[in-house]
């Protein structure tokens, strides 16, 4: 069997861990990983890339929302292994030297939060959805698109508001080499 | 979260030949939506997990008798969004974006949402009595808080509700799963996939413990049908049914010639409502027939002390959708 094996010994917790190559917004990063480790925590407690936030830990309130090669995913549901080869993008990858990404301008224009505990998260489903030639461009099409993506403090007026705002305005390209 | 033994299957043959050992330790993930979530919470203790996202699973294709065949891998989102779906299933579109969120149908696969597990808080916590969990135990929700749980195909062992909308939509729709297990493929039709829960609510369907699911081909599409989903919840969107209705009718001359319905959220497995089918067929497509269907359809539910205000929402749910895929018939 030629089977890539990362594991033998899933019932001795935490025991067997697996070398993972992980692309974060432009950066290679070598990780010693258990099977069961969720990107959430990968990003968060191995990479120091804690812009992204733990909810509800269960694909429920999409304050863990990254980007998947292009597409918002729940990074809580994700394990972190099956993300090699893929490129991930998470809010500290939004914005470049050549200033603030559209979606987050727009989002302090509007004052689209108030604790911001779930910004980062709807900040990265709004840029997804703006990316997306499937979802309507109405604001009720926005709205459903959003859904998974819970604002306790009930910002979802504004939230709305600034990414109508941000449709359409480019993002101004870097002014270095790197990309972001 | 517990930990597990992870390995990538290249092919087919490999993840059939690799889900060794007893049921229940083995687990293949697609999108994990589910699985995760569900390791969590303890209520799943896979041993070891078998990815198989690198099978050529993505393709929708149509075949050359007219259905369309469905790769077990393609996402909830690129089949809602697929052209073959939008144009001639437009139903199974409404009803996979009825469904979660954007994120989970995004990560969500077709052979998962067809595997995915009741949302029954006590199937969810391992502290209460569950026949589904741990067979033997009880079941707490018959005497407890099922305000959402199940008015058909229920037992005295579980009343979990199945949580699927795409499901309902190709339980009307008619059709057919392709299993591959280590002796070679099967068929098995799409409404005896799931089993009902009777004495035994542990055992959810007919996929056998080293099986997988490769495709799911859907019946062509029927000639002239409009249809509709419709899913009535406790907030917009982002919610599971309360009661949801699939409709297909086709209607000729002010008469319904064939019709399909299906219902979400008030059973214990996507429900094809055989009889009321057969009551619409050959009568006019007016309201009067509709709820007549809809009495048929909800005439052998057993609502417990909170759910029994779905029978009244069910019932207006049939009526709606079948109103709303009647007018949407070619031919009215």
Known sequence: ?180 | MRNFAFSSAENVDQAVSSERGNAGEASYIAGGTTLIDLVKLDVMRPVQVIDLNRLPLREVERLDDGRLRIGALVSNTDLAHHPLVTQHYPLLSQALLAGASTQLRNMASTGGNVMQRTRCPYFRDVAAACNKRAPGSGCDALEGVNRMHALLGTSEHCIATHPSDMCVAMTALGATLTLEGPNGTREIAFGDFHRLPMDRPDLEHELEPDELITHVTLDTPVVGGGSHYLKLRDRASYEFALASAAAMVAVEDGVIREARLALGGVATKPWRAVEAEQALAGKPARTESFEKAAEIALSDAVPREHNAFKVPLARQAIVRALEKASAASKHH
């Not at chain 1, 990780?31 to 733990?54: C, F, M, Q, W, Y």
């Open chain 1, 1 to 180: 069997m030629n089977m890539k094996e990362y594991s033998r010994q899933g019932d001795e917790a935490g025991s067997a861990e697996t070398a993972v190559t992980l692309s974060v917004n432009g950066e290679m990063h070598q990780l010693r990983i258990s099977p069961n480790v969720v990107l959430l925590d990968a990003l968060r407690d191995r990479l120091g890339l804690t812009g992204t936030k733990k909810g509800c830990d269960h694909g429920q309130c999409g304050a863990c929302t990254v980007h998947l090669d292009g597409q918002a995913i729940n990074s809580c549901l994700k394990l972190a292994v099956m993300c090699e080869g893929h490129e991930v993008t998470t809010v500290e990858g939004l914005a470049n030297d050549a200033g603030l990404h559209p979606v987050q301008q727009a989002f302090l224009e509007h004052d689209a939060y108030q604790c911001g505990f779930c910004t980062p998260g709807q900040m990265m489903s709004a840029t997804a959805l703006l990316e997306d030639e499937r979802i309507g461009t109405d604001d009720a099409a926005v709205r459903e698109a959003m859904s998974g993506n819970i604002c306790r403090c009930g910002a979802y007026k504004n939230i709305l508001a600034a990414i109508q705002t941000a449709r359409g305005q480019g993002q101004a390209a870097p002014t270095a080499g790197k990309t972001s």
